[in-house]
């Protein structure tokens, strides 16, 4: 993989662990949905962690590490990190709150239905897998 591939791949992979931070801050403020809104929450925070640590190892290893090679595939167009930040961009503009005074009105409501937090938390999960296995490669 050249260079270019890593920083972009590297810059891929901030640009999921930053809008998946505003999806858990968002669910974090949401009222009235205890049980589903800390169970994504939770899901997406794990996800945070693997997603940090991989971005750390991308910047760190050289571009000819064959290590690349494996992880070049999670950031392909259509693969794993963009439909996960397609979904997790999705989250967030449902959860978001109001901007002027609607902002201050009154705290986020919940809005999914079950089929939307099975298919996100599906996409978190397979997700996870993914990062996993290309962490635990060498």
Sequence with gaps: M???TAVGLAASIIQLI???TKAIKYLNDVKDAHKDRARLAREA??????LTDLRYRVEETESTDPWFTAV?????EGGPLERFKRAIVELVRKLKPGSGMKKFSKAP???LDKNEINNILS???RLKS???LALQED
């Design 2 to 4: 050249d260079p270019a």
């Design 45 to 50: 925070t794990s996800l945070l962690a693997l």
């Design 130 to 132: 993914r990062v996993g």
């Design 123 to 125: 996409k978190i999960e």
């Design 18 to 20: 930053d809008v998946t």
């Design 109 to 111: 409501l919940w809005t």
């Design 72 to 76: 070049r595939l999670l950031g392909v």
